[in-house]
């Protein structure tokens, strides 16, 4: 059986990471891997998450399963964080899932239930597991024009043309802030224009959220969202708390459903559990327990918002003070998009040439698109990437 398996494609990223540790240069600079780092390039466990797990350890009197959706209490906190005022009560679903990724492979295995034929909508480009879960499951996949190159922003027009052709009942995959790869985010004008095309085509939106709290703030990350969903009859939504929690290995999201009516809540509720019983089981409950624990304490949460606000106006700085570095050493604004890009990722535009000359000469490593992570820079290697940047000729 298993020698009719054929190797998988290496992974880009991981390959990229190998490369780096072995490069001997000590001006190396990593913009590869999506996660968060801090000035001295580490990844640290957030205050609160440590005092909400020393909470735990001295508090928790049984690791007895929880029910499939999770713990009631992490979708009620969690939920309330992402969809704040929009939040519909009456008409909200929940399950606990192992990420955000799992949220999302969750969100697409219900579409698939629910709308066997439907396509679902990706912008171009998309965080590559988009479309690979969407294709392992058999969904078909369409593309909709998302980032303009020329500007470094969204092409609003392209995705509006491109939607237009999507048939009622079609889903339609939208980052709800800090859009991996480009940093290029839809206004909360636009986000109204989205809403009203996905209510006049009868689209069904899908929000990925995974960087709330690292664009402009936990509520301005999300109110784009927020206006889209007061808008529509139905919506699915993948929050992750990897990132503005810093839990990545816990595993910690949340799927929500809109359904149209209160009447659809159980059976839609009825389905997600279903499909985490045929997936997994139970979520994974640590990392969830401790997101409650924060968002449900005065002092924990203010003290997580504090430190996710430090993280958030860090990037902002080391965007600005990249954007500045270039436009001295080009005497122009054309990087002007990088200070404007939200979140850890902006699309820098450069070709693959380029990306491996800015490698070899430079030791800037990022992947092969350009996709740049902010938060691999510092104070001091925001100069050497300038001039690296330069000097490919970008
Ligand atoms: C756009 C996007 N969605 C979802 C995720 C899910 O993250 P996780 O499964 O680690 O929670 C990520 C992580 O990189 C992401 O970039």
């Given at each position: 059986?298993?020698?009719?398996?054929t190797?998988?494609?290496?992974d880009?990223?991981?390959?990229?990471?190998?490369a780096?540790r072995e490069?001997?240069r000590?001006?190396?600079?990593?913009?590869?891997?999506?996660?968060y780092?801090?000035?001295s390039?580490?990844t640290?466990?957030?205050?609160a998450?440590?005092?909400?797990?020393r909470?735990?350890?001295?508090?928790?009197?049984?690791k007895?399963?929880?029910g499939?959706?999770?713990?009631?209490?992490?979708?009620?906190?969690?939920?309330?964080?992402?969809?704040?005022?929009?939040?519909?009560?009456?008409?909200?679903?929940?399950?606990?899932?192992p990420?955000?990724?799992?949220?999302?492979?969750?969100g697409?295995?219900l579409?698939?239930?629910?709308?066997?034929?439907?396509t679902?909508?990706?912008?171009?480009p998309t965080?590559?597991?988009?479309?690979?879960?969407?294709?392992?499951?058999?969904?078909?996949?369409?593309?909709?024009?998302?980032?303009d190159?020329?500007?470094?922003?969204v092409?609003?027009?392209?995705?509006h043309?491109?939607?237009s052709?999507?048939?009622?009942?079609?889903?339609v995959m939208?980052?709800?802030?800090?859009?991996?790869?480009t940093?290029?985010?839809?206004?909360?004008?636009?986000?109204?224009?989205?809403?009203d095309?996905?209510?006049?085509?009868?689209?069904?939106?899908?929000?990925?959220?995974?960087?709330?709290g690292?664009g402009?703030?936990?509520?301005a990350?999300?109110?784009?969202m927020?206006a889209?969903?007061?808008?529509v009859?139905?919506?699915?939504?993948?929050?992750s708390?990897?990132?503005?929690?810093?839990?990545?290995?816990?595993?910690t999201?949340l799927?929500?459903a809109?359904a149209?009516?209160a009447a659809?809540?159980?059976?839609t509720?009825?389905?997600?559990?279903?499909l985490?019983?045929?997936?997994?089981?139970?979520p994974?409950?640590?990392?969830?327990?401790?997101?409650s624990?924060?968002?449900?304490?005065?002092?924990?949460?203010?003290d997580?918002?504090?430190?996710?606000?430090?993280?958030r106006?860090?990037m902002?700085?080391?965007?600005?003070?990249?954007?500045?570095?270039?436009?001295?050493?080009?005497?122009?604004?054309?990087?002007g998009?990088l200070?404007a890009h939200?979140?850890m990722?902006?699309?820098l535009g450069?070709?693959?040439?380029?990306?491996e000359a800015?490698?070899?000469?430079?030791?800037?490593?990022?992947?092969?698109d350009?996709?740049?992570?902010?938060?691999?820079?510092?104070?001091?290697?925001v100069?050497l990437?300038?001039d690296?940047?330069?000097?490919?000729?970008v």
């Amino acid at each position: 059986m298993l020698n009719a398996l054929t190797p998988q494609a290496p992974d880009k990223i991981l390959a990229l990471m190998a490369a780096y540790r072995e490069d001997p240069r000590d001006t190396k600079i990593d913009l590869g891997v999506g996660v968060y780092k801090d000035a001295s390039g580490l990844t640290p466990v957030m205050r609160a998450v440590k005092a909400a797990e020393r909470q735990l350890v001295e508090t928790q009197d049984t690791k007895v399963y929880t029910g499939l959706a999770g713990d009631p209490a992490f979708a009620e906190a969690l939920s309330t964080l992402v969809l704040g005022d929009a939040r519909p009560a009456d008409r909200l679903a929940c399950v606990a899932t192992p990420g955000g990724t799992g949220a999302i492979r969750q969100g697409l295995e219900l579409m698939r239930k629910a709308a066997p034929g439907a396509t679902l909508w990706l912008s171009a480009p998309t965080w590559p597991n988009h479309p690979a879960i969407a294709k392992h499951l058999g969904i078909e996949i369409a593309e909709y024009r998302y980032f303009d190159a020329e500007t470094g922003g969204v092409d609003i027009e392209g995705m509006h043309a491109d939607l237009s052709r999507a048939k009622a009942g079609d889903v339609v995959m939208l980052h709800g802030c800090c859009h991996n790869p480009t940093g290029a985010n839809l206004t909360l004008d636009q986000w109204g224009q989205v809403a009203d095309l996905c209510v006049a085509r009868g689209l069904v939106p899908f929000v990925d959220i995974a960087y709330q709290g690292f664009g402009d703030g936990l509520d301005a990350d999300a109110a784009g969202m927020r206006a889209l969903i007061a808008k529509v009859p139905e919506a699915l939504i993948a929050a992750s708390c990897s990132k503005n929690f810093g839990i990545y290995r816990e595993r910690t999201g949340l799927l929500m459903a809109i359904a149209p009516s209160a009447a659809e809540l159980k059976v839609t509720q009825g389905a997600m559990a279903s499909l985490n019983r045929l997936n997994f089981s139970f979520p994974p409950d640590h990392g969830a327990r401790v997101v409650s624990m924060i968002l449900t304490d005065d002092a924990l949460r203010a003290d997580w918002a504090a430190e996710l606000e430090e993280v958030r106006t860090g990037m902002l700085g080391l965007r600005e003070s990249l954007a500045a570095a270039l436009r001295e050493r080009t005497g122009s604004d054309r990087f002007g998009f990088l200070a404007a890009h939200r979140g850890m990722f902006s699309l820098l535009g450069a070709t693959p040439e380029q990306v491996e000359a800015m490698r070899r000469d430079h030791g800037v490593y990022m992947v092969g698109d350009s996709r740049m992570n902010i938060a691999g820079l510092n104070a001091a290697t925001v100069p050497l990437l300038a001039d690296a940047i330069v000097a490919a000729g970008v």
